[in-house]
């Protein structure tokens, strides 16, 4: 059965210093790995994804994640952060061969002016 | 990726009572999917709808509680019913992109709040 996990329930930041938001998972086969984003009162906006090739991808609004097979880790990361990236950030998997994505518990991420 | 619609985008609704959310994507989708994400938690997926075919439900979720309607490749519908406060969440709609279908966008979602 596929999982993931997000340690954390929330991560405070100062603007302008780096952040990651950490992401674990478990599948059983060639993971398919994504990172959401949802502001208050709206819907779920795709980040970014791994499916294959280079282990760090780039997304939207600066955001990028770096896949590690061995820790079967993909931790989203932005070098300098902005008050307006606060919001709650989930991390999902899907098993290559499934059509269903699960999703984490979800981080919520304060970055303080 | 794919334009999402959803309606109502919020409505409070009294116990007992019935409610249809409708999603509306601007492209043909084969799969479409349903979530349910109680307040300050993660999705968890209710059914998959494919056209033409009865939903798929998730271990959890029931058809009579939770019907679900697939006319076409571009429209669906999620009732609740017999709604009990348990039920206040947002409900979301999602499809695979159209050209990346690996990828699941979503819809606004539906903020239902039972009394």
């Known amino acids: 059965a596929q999982s993931v996990a997000q340690p954390e329930d929330q991560v405070n930041v100062a603007e302008g210093n780096p952040l990651t938001v950490k992401c674990t998972y478990s599948?059983?086969?060639?993971?398919?790995l994504f990172w959401y984003v949802q502001y208050p009162n709206r819907g779920l906006q795709f980040l970014l994804k791994?499916?294959?090739?280079?282990?760090l991808v780039k997304g939207s609004y600066g955001f990028e994640a770096e896949f590690n097979k061995s820790q079967t880790s993909f931790h989203l990361k932005k070098p300098s952060a902005l008050v307006s990236d606060s919001a709650l950030y989930f991390c999902?998997?899907?098993?290559?061969?499934?059509?269903?994505?699960?999703f984490g518990a979800g981080t919520r991420l304060f970055v303080k002016a | 990726s794919a334009v999402i619609s959803q309606k109502p985008s919020r409505d409070i609704c009294q116990r007992g009572t019935s409610l249809t959310i409708q999603c509306q994507v601007d492209?043909?989708?084969?799969?479409m999917f349903w979530y349910r994400q109680q307040p300050g938690q993660s999705l968890t997926l209710i059914a998959t709808?494919?056209?033409?075919?009865?939903?798929?439900?998730e271990s959890g979720f029931v058809i009579d509680k939770f019907p679900i309607s697939r006319p076409n490749l571009t429209f669906s519908t999620l009732t609740v019913s017999n709604m009990s406060p348990e039920d206040s969440s947002i409900y979301l709609c999602?499809?695979?992109?159209?050209?990346?279908?690996?990828?699941?966008?979503f819809g606004p979602g539906t903020r239902l709040t039972v009394l």
């Open positions: 709808a494919n056209q033409g075919s009865e939903a798929t439900y």
């Open positions: 999902a998997v899907r098993d290559s061969g499934g059509f269903k994505t699960i």
């Open positions: 599948v059983s086969g060639n993971p398919y």
């Open positions: 791994y499916i294959t090739g280079d282990n």
């Open positions: 999602s499809v695979e992109g159209d050209r990346d279908v690996d990828t699941q966008y």
């Open positions: 492209s043909q989708v084969t799969m």
